[in-house]
């Protein structure tokens, strides 16, 4: 915290830790470093944006240090930053004490008014935010008399550099929308310091009234410290209409005292508050000797009926009630037409239909008209129920057609096709499975891809995509020919068909084949074909609409590309064999190009947009070959399908991919994003990169934590990858938790013997203590773990019959197996556990080879109390047994038992032991397995496995005991 050559963050962090466990040791440290940020070069180096300072002040404001110091520690806040600094301003004067105030409004009438203080109180500045509360602080005071006049040159001197003040939330009405009497007090006693400071200042009497009554900065009717029912009223302006006679008797008390420059004054104010719609003020305020009369007298003044202000108001009325003068006219022809509708006439129901649209008070078309069309503006104005609508849709829909030949190709529209789609989407509206004949949804296709109802379209309305499939459906090959024929014709033109987006191959085969014919022409007309891609247009079905080319400018090829982009996409979700000739030749082919780079990149694109799990190898080794191509990849996976390609990748993928991204950029190269500036493609790529890491923390799986802590292994500094384990262990622990049952702890009671087994922990610790019981019981008939070749012991030795002693030497490595196997069955009897022998968890052939557990116990899990949780799968742990003789006791324990038996197991505990049979017991000659055993020590053996374990444990998000279980020979055979 004391070191400054520490980023400002870890410094303000390491505050608040230090603050937190012992403040009182604290607080002088935390003194001492807010006075080192009191030379500006030296606080500008370390702490630029005055974050930390903020973090002092607010740890230390109000009970560890004086109003004055606090005072003298303030600066300018950062513009681009609203951080813990700006925080401390703006919440500050509400925690000064009423003793503390004097020495506060000092200090604000001395940054307000000194021009050279550094702050500026604009209203996109935390500055303007800090003197609001301020002058809330001041007026709530008892003691506001002594104060309000140092508070109302403040607000003259904002006032006059035109930098509005909010109005204090204390002279704000009540709950109930009411003004106590206390409030309008207040509110009048700041109106009169305001006008002594104008007075004082000499300022221009009506503008001075003008900035007291309305120059105030207009606020929301919800604040902060109010519940978040809208009040029912917020005041504005600091006096209204209710003031005026207020003002008057003002006036004549300034003129009474002789005043004339707070009689001008207040004059003034009676003006600009005077509510001339209401007779009693009206009469109130008419009397010639009044001395507020001059300032009210143009209000009775007789405005000529010729004058201009008397046209200009007659102008301004008939505006306000303007009328479309052709709209009767415009309706006769309406009714007609719909009677000619009726009549059978096609043509007339068309034209109005278009008709129902206009708004009869201007005359225009309605900017958005997507409901019923009984709804639109015409239609209401008919008076007409158009009951009979649907019948005349189904008449117009069978014997019409959209005419698309005469103005699809051409990329146009035409109004008999409209009229057919927005009678489709009447009758879809009311049953969403409408069924026609085929040929009735082959003649509507190209109306229901390319019409909308509105100004605008995405071309994704649900309405729209439904009548889609209902037509892919019915007449698939008319569809695929007028999607053909749509983007065809949009990238003629040199635009981006987004009419496809609408379209999924999936509906239909011939839909499947028209996007591949179309991702065939782009890539030829784009250059990007290759031998596949050539084939695969020969071999394509003649087609006379084929592209012919694009516009000879970027834009048309942009526009293309795009589309290509987006088609590879949709084709992707098929069984498409063309598309992954196209993808192939692209990513596979030569890049000599910038076009062939990019066309490159975007199928890459496409494919982990379409499984990321699948081909993100292949999108790794794509981008190995070139960094430029890999931050391309990455800038354009995060631009747009950053969240849909995380979201698919198991955890491990996940944590490669941020490995790859921290390659391409590394996050100690970050810079902040400050004020207002576009947000690049590198910064959405970096902002990504971070994202992965809340990916892995929001799954809070056991994989999950286990890559993290990976992560935070190789990069033990990024406080970011820490934070991330954190919660995720959190979310991962509060996720496990169980409520125990009743029963079990009735048992438990009963039995201390017993466990309550849930997790995978939890039976890690119950089989431990069997194996120390095991082990501390073993040398009452550890024989059975030796094998023994009885020697000779006459009872005369002789040389003819000498005594020859016994031979011991350890039994396998099978035989500790089974006496363990047979001991832990009898120590978890009835615990609902099983311990099996040489499990095979990982086969590798189909005769039964493979990786074999030496042990692996499993428990079925204690239930809790809820009644809706069932029965899981079993809790197992693997024990993993090695005889010290065995050449891998050192290292099995990390790449036999963590990394292989655990994971292929299923599980994250396991049991580590080495049978310790002792060397100076060990008689036998001959056994090699004695030559490797005494290579090892049993003391530095269990330290080494022990530490071997807790790595493991940090690393891999794994719970591994080792065990050293000394076998000896019995001691009566002892020699």
């Given amino acids: 915290m004391q070191d400054d050559t520490w980023h400002e963050t870890e410094r303000r962090l390491a505050a608040r830790a230090a603050f937190a466990c012992d403040p009182g040791r604290a607080v002088p440290v935390l003194v001492e470093v807010l006075d080192t940020l009191s030379d500006p070069p030296s606080a500008e180096r370390v702490d630029p944006d005055h974050e930390l300072r903020g973090t002092l002040l607010g740890l230390l404001w109000p009970h560890h240090l004086d109003a004055a110091t606090m005072l003298g520690a303030l600066r300018p806040p950062s513009p681009d930053l609203y951080g813990n600094y700006a925080h401390f301003l703006r919440n500050m004067p509400g925690e000064c004490s009423d003793e503390d105030l004097p020495n506060l409004l000092a200090w604000a009438s001395n940054v307000v008014c000194r021009p050279d203080s550094g702050y500026v109180f604009s209203r996109d500045r935390f500055e303007i935010s800090l003197i609001n509360g301020v002058i809330d602080r001041v007026m709530k005071t008892s003691e506001a008399t002594e104060c309000v006049d140092t508070l109302a040159k403040i607000i003259f001197s904002l006032l006059h550099s035109h930098h509005k003040v909010q109005l204090p939330d204390c002279l704000q009405p009540d709950e109930y929308g009411d003004e106590t009497q206390e409030t309008r007090s207040r509110r009048r006693l700041l109106t009169q310091a305001l006008v002594r400071e104008a007075v004082r200042a000499n300022f221009d009497p009506r503008t001075a009234a003008y900035q007291i009554a309305y120059d105030w900065e207009r606020r929301s009717s919800l604040r902060l410290d109010a519940a978040s029912v809208p009040e029912p009223a917020t005041r504005h302006q600091l006096i209204d209409r209710e003031d005026f006679p207020w003002a008057l008797e003002q006036t004549a008390e300034a003129a009474g005292a002789g005043d004339e420059a707070a009689t001008r004054v207040y004059g003034e104010l009676a003006s600009w508050t005077f509510p001339s719609d209401d007779l009693h003020a009206f009469e109130l305020a008419y009397d010639e000797t009044h001395p507020a009369w001059p300032y009210l007298r143009s209000f009775y003044t ?182 053909a024929q749509a983007a065809r014709a949009a990238l003629t033109a040199g635009r981006q068909p987004i009419v496809l987006n609408a379209i999924d191959p999936r509906w239909a085969a011939d839909l499947r084949v028209c996007f591949e014919n179309l991702a ?58 063309v598309v992954h000739e196209i993808i192939d030749a692209s990513v596979d082919g030569p890049r000599e190009t910038p076009l062939a780079v990019r066309a490159a990149v975007l199928a890459m694109h496409a494919l982990l947009t379409a499984d990321a799990e699948t081909h993100w190898p292949r999108a790794k080794s794509f981008a190995a070959t070139d960094s430029e191509l890999g931050r391309r990849l990455a800038e354009a996976c995060a631009m747009t399908e950053a969240e849909r390609i995380q979201g698919s990748l198991s955890e491990p993928r996940v944590a490669d991919l941020y490995l790859w991204l921290s390659g391409l950029y590394d996050p100690e190269e970050d810079e902040p994003l400050r004020g207002v500036r576009w947000i690049t493609d590198e910064d959405q790529a970096r902002t990504w990169r971070d994202r992965l890491l809340a990916e892995l923390s929001r799954r809070a799986t056991a994989e999950a934590i286990r890559q993290l802590r990976h992560l935070a292994t190789q990069y033990p500094t990024r406080l970011v990858i820490a934070a991330a384990l954190g919660e995720a262990t959190k979310q991962y622990a509060v996720a496990s938790w169980g409520q125990v049952r009743t029963e079990d702890v009735i048992r438990l009671l009963q039995d201390p013997a017993r466990r309550v087994i849930r997790t995978s922990t939890d039976l890690l610790d119950v089989v431990y203590e069997a194996l120390e019981e095991v082990g501390r019981a073993l040398p009452t008939h550890c024989e059975l773990l030796w094998d023994r070749t009885p020697g000779n012991r006459p009872r005369r030795p002789s040389a003819e019959n000498p005594i020859i002693p016994d031979v011991w030497r350890p039994k396998p490595e099978a035989a500790l197996c089974a006496y363990l196997t047979h001991e832990l069955l009898l120590r978890l009897a009835g615990r609902r556990v099983a311990v099996n022998r040489e499990v095979l968890i990982h086969p590798t052939d189909p005769y039964g080879a493979g990786d074999r557990t030496d042990l692996l116990v499993e428990a079925m899990p204690s239930l809790g109390d809820d009644p809706n949780i069932t029965a899981g799968e079993s809790i197992k742990l693997v024990i993993e047994v090695k005889g010290s003789w065995n050449d891998e006791v050192p290292t099995a324990q990390a790449e036999q038992l963590a990394d292989r038996y655990l994971p292929e197991s299923g599980t994250d505990a396991g049991i580590y032991i080495v049978g310790w049979y002792p060397i100076e017991l060990w008689n036998a000659t001959g056994d090699k397995r004695k030559t490797q055993a005494k290579k090892l020590r049993q003391d530095t053996l269990l330290a080494h496995l022990l530490d071997q374990a807790a790595s493991l444990s940090r690393i891999g998000t794994v719970h591994v005991r080792p065990m050293v279980m000394n076998i000896p020979r019995p001691e009566r055979q002892r020699e």
């Fill in 520 to 577: 065939i022409e782009l890539s030829s007309c784009l250059g990007l074909a290759s031998g596949a891609v050539e084939r695969a247009l020969a071999g394509s079905p003649e087609n006379s609409g084929h592209l012919a080319g694009l516009p000879d400018n970027d834009e048309g090829r942009e526009a293309a590309l795009r589309t290509w982009h987006s088609i590879l996409a949709a084709l992707l979700t098929t069984d498409s064999r």
């Fill in 302 to 483: 007789a405005i000529p009926v010729n004058s201009p202000l008397a046209e200009a108001l007659r102008h301004n009325y008939s505006a306000d009630r303007a009328h479309w003068p052709e709209a009767g006219a415009f309706m006769a022809q309406q009714a007609r037409l719909l009677a000619e509708a009726r009549a059978g006439d096609n043509d007339s129901l068309w034209q109005f239909l278009w008709g129902l649209r206009v708004d009869l008070q201007t005359g225009e078309f309605a900017q958005n008209a997507s409901g019923a069309l009984s709804t639109w503006p015409a239609a209401v104005a008919l008076g007409d129920d158009l009951s009979d609508l649907r019948e005349l849709a189904r008449r117009y829909l069978t014997t019409e057609h959209d005419r698309a030949d005469s103005w699809l190709p051409l990329a146009r529209r035409n109004k008999c096709s409209w009229a057919g789609y927005a009678l489709l989407t009447e009758l879809h509206r009311a049953d969403p499975l409408i069924e026609f004949p085929a040929e009735v949804w082959s003649s509507w296709a190209a109306a229901i891809l390319t019409e909308f109802m509105g100004m605008a379209t995405s071309y994704m309305e649900p309405v729209r995509v439904d009548l889609l499939r209902l037509a892919a459906r019915h007449a698939p090959e008319s569809v695929a020919h007028r999607v």
